[in-house]
């Protein structure tokens, strides 16, 4: 029980070390970075408070404790990768938005450099 605890908190504190320097290298932006410290930090409390995982586990109708924190983890996990599911789907819908509004813009430019054109071919 106490290696498997034990891994979770090495797991938890490579996850927030590896967030915090990715926030200072910029590789990932402060508000996503987020939901990660935040789960890190879960797993971590769970794992180092026997209470809580008993707790948890006696909630969950679990028999051995640390499996409560798997459990857990594996929901928090559910949980980013959903919530960045929403955040790719934003960001597809605003770049369609966005590529049509250049196609725009680009129409309008070509048509409005036919109409200068024409414009100073009946001048000459």
Do not use: C
Not at 62 to 69: R, S
Not at 80 to 103: G, H, M, P, W
């Amino acid at each position: 029980m106490d290696r498997l605890l034990n891994v979770l908190t090495g797991f938890s504190i490579g996850i927030i070390i590896l967030v915090l320097a990715s926030v200072r290298r910029s590789h990932i932006r402060v508000e996503y970075s987020v939901s990660w410290l935040s789960a890190a930090v879960v797993i971590l409390v769970l794992s180092r408070s026997k209470t809580i995982m008993t707790d948890l586990a006696g909630v969950l109708g679990i028999t051995y404790p640390p499996l409560a924190i798997l459990v857990v983890v594996m929901i928090l996990f559910l949980l980013v990768f959903y919530r960045f599911s929403l955040i790719l789907s934003e960001l597809k819908d605003a770049n369609i938005a966005l590529a049509q509004k250049v196609a725009i813009l680009e129409f309008r430019q070509d048509s409005w450099g036919e109409k200068n054109e024409e414009a100073e071919a009946g001048r000459a």
